[in-house]
């Protein structure tokens, strides 16, 4: 019937404006943003070399092709957006990026702060090359004077339970391999410590005993710090291991930490 098809005809050419002017308005709104950050950016760092460039594609697809590209050495991400919509769409995209980004990734989450309070850090370390990475990486950044480091150290020891309490061999043996770990995560903390005192910052210790993503998020509450450094693995020699363990922390530290973090990658 040709009145059919031309009906159709109608209906595809109308579908296709729409799809321009929606993906015209989606560029212009990307350029609008880009601008704002470039002003922002450059305010606060004025020797920086700064540009925009704003782009329409998947979010994640995208910046995570962008970083490879360029390529980047850190991708800053906010934890959420403004609206309901928002927060669930730019916090999926800021735990994606965060799991399958090469790079080091910073998400960003804003904490409220009295003016006069120092700059609070917390440095994850557990001996691998990852929070070695996050320490340097926070030795090299410029902070204000008066910035305070926590190192935090996490004892996930296991202890003797049920059968092994029944076998003096084996509680003799968790019980020696435990105590050798919990002196070597001393040492380790000390370690830590002395660089950043070295680097000029006020610092403190802590080794706790939990799960790390429960002990690193409630110590950034209790002491009120505004950024948790991890490194992206975990130490362990068994690579698969390692993407579970640490991939589980990190993944949980982006979504739960009550301040922002950053994932150092090597």
Known sequence: DPMTAVGASHRVAATLAQARAETEQATEEADDYARKGLTRVRRYFPDWHVFAEPVVGTAVQTILQKADNWPAHLIVLGSHGRSAFGRLILGSVSKQVASECSRSVRVARHVLARSDAPVRVIVGVDGSEGAAAAM????????????????????????????????????????????????DMGGMVHQAAEMFLEAGFDVSMRVAKGMPRDVLNEEARRWGAGCIFVGARGITTDRSEARARLGSVAAALVSSAPCSVEIIRV
């Open 136 to 183: 340097r990486a926070v030795v090299s950044r410029r902070w204000p004077v008066g910035t305070e480091v926590r190192v935090v150290a996490v004892d996930d020891t296991v202890r003797p339970t049920g059968t092994a309490k029944m076998v003096p061999t084996a509680t003799e043996w968790i019980n020696e391999s435990n105590d050798i770990q919990i002196a």
